[in-house]
């Protein structure tokens, strides 16, 4: 059965300061995808990135970069020079096209929050 | 509108009571999913339609809820006799595309339910 794991429920750093957000995954597919979230305290979930399991190529976009290593199945997430802006909850994402329910499997979230 | 809206906002229902949680999800937008979302933990997939058949609905955790989609446009979460263990966020998100394991799902701002 597939899982997400984001180990660390709450991040707290200064502003300008890098932070990573952890992810692992379990899953018995050789082909899925992988997300990430954000939900800001207005609740709606915000698309980030979507990466294939065959596309190991790390990805940066503007502040944001994604690790991926399909050696350790981690997915993480680092932003670099953090921004009040950039406090929410965080989520790592799952799916598979052969197995499992057709909706995205969740990890629980890693509250980051970026003090002034 | 642009987005995925959900009505209404908040629900607070006493215990035993029925509840209908309505969905617009994006125009054109081929499958809708709904979750659920406990304080403090990740979204948990609750179902999947494709236009207006239901195509899993394995993660609904009783008989007691029932989700419907009948023209492939709105849908609607229906939860029968509401117990305590059913007060959380309940999002609901669309994709554009039928196979929308590997497409951005594009999510409302969800319906908090209270249930006392």
């Known amino acids: 059965a597939q899982k997400v794991t984001q180990a660390q429920t709450e991040i707290s750093v200064v502003e300008k300061e890098d932070v990573t957000l952890d992810c692992v995954y379990e899953?018995?597919?050789?082909?899925?995808?992988l997300f990430w979230y954000k939900q800001p305290p207005s609740g709606e979930l915000v698309f980030l990135i979507r990466?294939?399991?065959?596309?190991?190529q790390n990805e940066i976009s503007g502040r944001y970069s994604w690790n991926f290593q399909k050696s350790t199945s981690s997915f993480n997430f680092t932003i670099t020079a953090s921004q009040v802006v950039d406090s929410a909850v965080y989520f790592c994402?799952?799916?598979?096209?052969?197995?499992?329910?057709?909706?995205?499997?969740f990890g629980k979230g890693t509250h980051l929050i970026i003090q002034p | 509108g642009a987005g995925v809206s959900q009505s209404p906002r908040y629900k607070v229902a006493k215990r035993g009571q029925d509840v209908a949680l309505r969905c617009d999800p994006i125009?054109?937008?081929?499958?809708l999913f709904w979750y659920q979302q406990a304080l403090g933990q990740g979204p948990e997939f609750l179902t999947y339609f494709q236009n207006e058949a239901q195509l899993d609905k394995s993660g609904l955790p009783s008989d007691r809820f029932f989700a419907e989609r009948p023209e492939g446009s709105v849908s609607t979460l229906k939860i029968q006799r509401t117990q305590k263990e059913d007060s959380a966020v309940y999002l609901c998100?669309?994709?554009?595309?039928?196979?929308?394991?590997?497409?951005?799902?594009?999510f409302g701002p969800g319906t908090r339910l209270t249930v006392l």
């Open positions: 994402a799952l799916s598979e096209p052969n197995g499992g329910a057709d909706g995205l499997t």
């Open positions: 998100a669309s994709s554009l595309v039928v196979a929308a394991y590997y497409n951005e799902q594009f």
């Open positions: 125009s054109g937008h081929v499958s």
């Open positions: 899953t018995r597919d050789t082909t899925y995808y």
């Open positions: 990466r294939n399991s065959f596309d190991e």
